[in-house]
């Protein structure tokens, strides 16, 4: 069981990584989804699996698929308005030639 898990969770690593070098999740919060997805796994891998789990599980993920968006637009609205700035900062250099 414990392979399986591990198995899984090995296939999250590059999305997780990604998230963490674009800076929507920091290195702790990519622990606690790590962490919280390893329980899961653990708990829909037991004998006597339970609806509860299956649906604790989704909500999770779904509340970590909108945190995630809702990060991301984030981040693009902070790089857009950055070229902005440079771009005035580049107009303003050069227009004084």
């Not at 800076?23 to 339970?50: N, T």
């Amino acid at each position: 069981m414990a392979e399986q898990v591990q198995a899984i969770l090995d296939g999250m690593v590059a999305p997780l990584r990604d998230l963490k070098e674009r800076e929507i999740f920091s290195e702790a919060e990519i622990r606690s989804i790590v962490s919280r997805r390893r329980e899961s796994e653990y708990l829909l891998r037991r004998r006597a699996v339970r609806k509860a789990d299956y649906l604790r599980y989704i909500e999770a993920e779904m509340a970590l698929e909108k945190l995630r968006g809702i990060r991301t637009r984030r981040v693009l609205t902070r790089q857009k308005r950055a070229e902005k700035e440079k771009a005035k900062e580049t107009d303003a250099t050069g227009s004084g030639k």
